[in-house]
C-alpha cells in the first residue's frame, strides 16, 4: 500500500482507448499514486483488442457499457489503496468519442451506493451501445459531404475552426442519421467522453468545454464573426440534422458549452461516489476536456515550444495568440484560462497515418523495434547518400485530413519518379519517418504567414532555456538558394528562425532514438521528453500506454487542472493566480524544486525495476486498434526468425556502401506467409506494443562488416530489446518542470533536410492533385 499522506491530494483521470487511468498528486504536484484498469485484461469479457472492436468499413468502436465496469474497478482500488476524504480535486480528460444516452436519460443522482454503477446504468441505457473513437473513419466521407455543402474547406474553416477530418462528430452524427434512423430516433442526449465521465463523478450531466466544442464542426467561435458571441452553428446543425428541426434536437442533444475558459469547478462529487467509497463531499470537479489536449496542459510549453505526440494519431500543437483559422491546422481555445485573461489558443496538426505505417513498415522489413531503430540510424537522409537520388515515400493508409483528405495508398518516389518498391529496402523505415516528420515541419512553416502566431513567430516568441548551438552566429545557408522565390515554396526552407524552439515529444515512437534525433534534426531544435516517459521508456519503450506504476500525460494534466481551480476557489495567496495555468504550474514546481534542494520530480509510485526489459502480458496497455490477431504480428515473426537471421547475416555488402543488401527473395520470404491477408488486415498491421516485438523478433546482423572484429559465424541469433532514449544533460528549469533532453539540434544536418523540402513538396502536390 502507497505511504498515507496528510497532504492535500489531486485526482487526475484519463479515460484512453485500452486503459482508464488514475493519477494522483499532492499540492506541490509530486506525484503520490497511480492506478489503472486494462480493458482487455481486467475487464475481458468483452473480448476488446486494444479497448476496441474493428469491423470492415474502417469502423473502429468501443462498448460503452465497458467504460462503467472500468470505472466501478478503478474506484474499487483508488478506495483500497489511498485516503480518498484527501482528494480535494478531480479533473481528467478522454479519447474523442460520442456516447449516445437513450431517452430518457438515467437519472446519475439517483445511483444506488450500494450497488455499482454499471449494475444500475446497463448497456440497454444508450441507444448507441458501441461508441466510433478517434481512430474510426468511417464517417469520413459524410465529413467530405459536409464541407462541400459548407463551400470547401477553406469556408467551413472560417465559419467553425476545422475542415473535414473522419473524427468530426458533425460528420459521425450525420452517418448515424443516414445510417442508423431507429438510433437517432431513440436518442435523448449525446455527450463527449470526457463530459461522460465529468457526468459519472458529478452525478448529473455535464455539457463540453469550449475546447472540445471547436473541435465538433459544429461550433462558431466568437473569433471568427464581428462582435460575435460562441455559438453552436444552428446553420451546420441543420445541414446534419437534415432540417431545422432535427438540428435544433441536436443543440438539445449536446447542451450547452462552458465557455468559462476552464478556470471554475462543473460541481462536486456525487453522493454516490461519497457514500461508497468515503470522498469529501466539498470535492471539487473541474473542467474534464480531450485527452491530446490535457496531455499538452501537463507538459506546459512556453510560447516557442511545440508539441510532438506519437500515437496512433500524430499531433503537434503549440501555443497561439490570436484566432485565426484556415484549413491549414486546427485551432481550439486554451482549455485552461481565466475569463479575465486575453484569449489564447492552441494550433493543432495531426496525422492518421501514424502508428499503422510504423508497424507495417517495421513487420515488412525489419520484424523488430530494435532492428527498425538502428536501420533508421544507419541509413542516409534522404534513404541515399547521393545528392540527385534522394528517396521519398507515403504511406497513407487512412483517410487523412488535409491536404490528404482525398489521397490513400503506398507512394514511393526514386530520383523523382514513382516505383513501386525502392531498390535498397532498408531504405523503406528512415524514409517513412522522414516523410511524417517533414509533413508538420512543412505544414508547420506553411501556418506562419497566416498570422496565428503572432508577429514574433518562431524561436523569436520567447527565450529558450536550451538555445540553439549556432545562437548569435550567422545563420547558415546553402549556396545557390534564390531567397527571393525560394524555389517555388512559400517559405524558406533553409530559414529555422520560425520554427519551434523546443520540441516536447511524447508517444512510444518518441522513445525510439532514431526518431527523437530526427525529429530534431528536421526543426534543428532540441528535443526534450517528459521524465516520467523517460524511466517508463527503460522498462518497455515500445507501447503508447505507460508502463506499471508510471503516470499518464493526460491524467497528469487533468491532475494539474484540478489543483489551480482548487486553489483560485480557496482564495490562498497560491491560488490567487499570477498570469495563466502554466505560470501557475511552473511556480508550484519551481516551489517543489526549491524545498526539496533540487531533486527530481518523482517519476513512479511502485514501479517494477527499470532494468526490467519484459513486456507486459499480451493484451494489455494497447493504445491502438492495430496490434492483436493481425497476421503481420508475431506468427509471421516466430516462423522465419531462424532463417531470417542466418540470411541477414550471410548477405552481402550492399553497392551503396551503408550495410546490407536485401534480394528480392528475402523480400519475399518475409511476405509469403501474409499472401492471404486481406488489405483491412494488411493496413491495420500491428502497433507499437505487438506481443511480437520483445521476444520473436530478428536483428539485423550485418549492418557493418564484422562489427567489433567479431566472427560472423559466431554472432548470436538471439533478438536484442530496443534500447530507449536516455536523459542528457539538462537545464534546472526544465528539469524543474519534468522535462530532460533526449536529442540536440544539429544545423548541418537541418540544412540537409531543408534540401530536400522542395522535392517533398513538389511530389506531395503531384499526390494531392491526382498525378501519380
Given at each position: 500500500m502507497p505511504p498515507k499522506t496528510l497532504s492535500t491530494l489531486f485526482l487526475g483521470l484519463e479515460l484512453a482507448t485500452d486503459q482508464l487511468r488514475a493519477s494522483i498528486v499532492d499540492e506541490n504536484l509530486e506525484l503520490v499514486g497511480v492506478e489503472v484498469v486494462d480493458f482487455d485484461t481486467e475487464v475481458a469479457e468483452y473480448q476488446t483488442q486494444g479497448g476496441i472492436f474493428t469491423t470492415p468499413g474502417d469502423a473502429y468502436t468501443t462498448p460503452v457499457e465497458m467504460w462503467l465496469k472500468g470505472f466501478d474497478l478503478l474506484f474499487e482500488k483508488l478506495g483500497k489503496n489511498y485516503e480518498l476524504q484527501r482528494i480535494k480535486g478531480i479533473g481528467g480528460a478522454a479519447q474523442q468519442a460520442l456516447v449516445w444516452w437513450k431517452a430518457p436519460v438515467p437519472p446519475l443522482q439517483a445511483l444506488d451506493p450500494r450497488l455499482p454503477i454499471h449494475a444500475q446504468i446497463t448497456s440497454q441505457s444508450f441507444s448507441l451501445q458501441n461508441s466510433p473513437i478517434a481512430q474510426d473513419t468511417s464517417a469520413h466521407t459524410h465529413a467530405l459531404a459536409l464541407e462541400a455543402a459548407l463551400g470547401g474547406p477553406d469556408l467551413m474553416a472560417s465559419r467553425v475552426g476545422t475542415c473535414a477530418n473522419p473524427s468530426l462528430v458533425a460528420a459521425q452524427l450525420l452517418r448515424v442519421r443516414e445510417a442508423w434512423p431507429d438510433v437517432w430516433t431513440r436518442t435523448g442526449r449525446v455527450q463527449m467522453a470526457s463530459s461522460f465521465l465529468a457526468s459519472l463523478l458529478t452525478g448529473q450531466l455535464v455539457g463540453m468545454g469550449e475546447a472540445e466544442a471547436s473541435s465538433t464542426g459544429l461550433w462558431a467561435h466568437a473569433g471568427s464573426q464581428a462582435g460575435g458571441q460562441s455559438r453552436w452553428d444552428e446553420g451546420v446543425m441543420e445541414i446534419v440534422g437534415g432540417n431545422r428541426e432535427e438540428g435544433r434536437r441536436i443543440w438539445q442533444w449536446l447542451g450547452e458549452v462552458d465557455v468559462s475558459g476552464g478556470r471554475r469547478r462543473i460541481g462536486t462529487i456525487s453522493r454516490y461516489l461519497v457514500e461508497r467509497f468515503g470522498f469529501d463531499p466539498e470535492t471539487i470537479i473541474s473542467p474534464f476536456t480531450s485527452d491530446y489536449l490535457s496531455s499538452y496542459l501537463s507538459l506546459c510549453p512556453s510560447p516557442s515550444d511545440a508539441v510532438l505526440s506519437f500515437g496512433p494519431m500524430d499531433i503537434m500543437m503549440a501555443p497561439a495568440p490570436n484566432y485565426i483559422p484556415t484549413r491549414l491546422y486546427n485551432l481550439y481555445p486554451h482549455p485552461a484560462q481565466d475569463a479575465s485573461e486575453k484569449k489564447r489558443y492552441i494550433v493543432m496538426l495531426s496525422s492518421r497515418n501514424a502508428d499503422v505505417p510504423r508497424a507495417l513498415v517495421r513487420d515488412m522489413y525489419t520484424?523488430?523495434?530494435?532492428?527498425?531503430?538502428?536501420?533508421?540510424?544507419?541509413?542516409?537522409?534522404?534513404?541515399?547518400?547521393?545528392?540527385?537520388?534522394?528517396?521519398?515515400?507515403?504511406?497513407?493508409?487512412?483517410?487523412?485530413?488535409?491536404?490528404?483528405?482525398?489521397?490513400?495508398?503506398?507512394?514511393?518516389?526514386?530520383?523523382?519518379?514513382?516505383?513501386?518498391?525502392?531498390?535498397?529496402?532498408?531504405?523503406?523505415?528512415?524514409?517513412?519517418?522522414?516523410?511524417?516528420?517533414?509533413?508538420?515541419?512543412?505544414?508547420?512553416?506553411?501556418?506562419?504567414?497566416?498570422?496565428?502566431?503572432?508577429?514574433?513567430?518562431?524561436?523569436?516568441?520567447?527565450?529558450?532555456?536550451?538555445?540553439?548551438?549556432?545562437?548569435?552566429?550567422?545563420?547558415?545557408?546553402?549556396?545557390?538558394?534564390?531567397?527571393?522565390?525560394?524555389?517555388?515554396?512559400?517559405?524558406?526552407?533553409?530559414?529555422?528562425?520560425?520554427?519551434?524552439?523546443?520540441?516536447?515529444?511524447?508517444?512510444?515512437?518518441?522513445?525510439?532514438?532514431?526518431?527523437a534525433n530526427l525529429a530534431g534534426d528536421v526543426f534543428n531544435a532540441p528535443v526534450l521528453m517528459p521524465t516520467t516517459q523517460i524511466d517508463a521508456a527503460q522498462v518497455i519503450p515500445h507501447r503508447n500506454a505507460p508502463a506499471v506504476g508510471y503516470p499518464a500525460r493526460a491524467a497528469l494534466g487533468g491532475a494539474y487542472v484540478a489543483r489551480w481551480v482548487w486553489a483560485k476557489e480557496k482564495g490562498t495567496p497560491a491560488g490567487t493566480g499570477r498570469g495563466g495555468f502554466e505560470e501557475e504550474v511552473r511556480r508550484l514546481l519551481g516551489k517543489r524544486w526549491a524545498a526539496t534542494n533540487g531533486a527530481p520530480l518523482r517519476t513512479s509510485v511502485n514501479a517494477p525495476s527499470s532494468t526490467s526489459k519484459a513486456p507486459s502480458a499480451a493484451g494489455s496497455g494497447a493504445s491502438t486498434p492495430y496490434g492483436h490477431g493481425s497476421r503481420l504480428g508475431s506468427t509471421v515473426v516466430v516462423e522465419e526468425e531462424e532463417e531470417e537471421v542466418e540470411e541477414m547475416e550471410r548477405a552481402p555488402m550492399a553497392a551503396s556502401g551503408f550495410g546490407l543488401g536485401f534480394s528480392e527473395t528475402d523480400m519475399h520470404a518475409r511476405l509469403r506467409t501474409i499472401t492471404s491477408s486481406t488489405v483491412s488486415t494488411t493496413m491495420s498491421g500491428s502497433t507499437l506494443d505487438a506481443p511480437s516485438t520483445a521476444f520473436t523478433t530478428p536483428e539485423i546482423g550485418g549492418l557493418s562488416p564484422n562489427p567489433q572484429g567479431t566472427d560472423p559465424a559466431a554472432a548470436p541469433s538471439a533478438p536484442s530489446a530496443l534500447q530507449p532514449v536516455t536523459a542528457m544533460p539538462t537545464s534546472d528549469a526544465e528539469l524543474q518542470l519534468g522535462l530532460a533532453k533526449v536529442a540536440e539540434p544539429d544545423v548541418d544536418a537541418f540544412m540537409s533536410y531543408a534540401a530536400l523540402v522542395p522535392e517533398y513538396c513538389r511530389l506531395e502536390g503531384l499526390l494531392i492533385k491526382a498525378l501519380v
Open positions: 520484424k523488430s523495434w530494435s532492428a527498425f531503430d538502428r536501420l533508421v540510424a544507419i541509413v542516409p537522409p534522404g534513404g541515399s547518400i547521393g545528392l540527385d537520388d534522394k528517396l521519398f515515400s507515403f504511406w497513407l493508409l487512412q483517410g487523412d485530413s488535409y491536404p490528404y483528405s482525398h489521397v490513400k495508398g503506398i507512394y514511393r518516389f526514386e530520383t523523382g519518379i514513382k516505383v513501386n518498391e525502392f531498390r535498397d529496402l532498408r531504405a523503406n523505415p528512415r524514409c517513412l519517418l522522414e516523410s511524417q516528420v517533414l509533413s508538420f515541419r512543412v505544414r508547420w512553416s506553411r501556418t506562419i504567414p497566416m498570422g496565428v502566431f503572432g508577429s514574433n513567430a518562431g524561436r523569436a516568441r520567447n527565450a529558450n532555456t536550451t538555445p540553439s548551438p549556432v545562437a548569435g552566429a550567422s545563420q547558415k545557408r546553402a549556396t545557390g538558394v534564390n531567397n527571393s522565390n525560394n524555389m517555388g515554396l512559400p517559405f524558406d526552407p533553409y530559414d529555422y528562425s520560425t520554427l519551434p524552439a523546443r520540441i516536447l515529444a511524447t508517444g512510444a515512437a518518441a522513445n525510439f532514438p532514431a526518431i
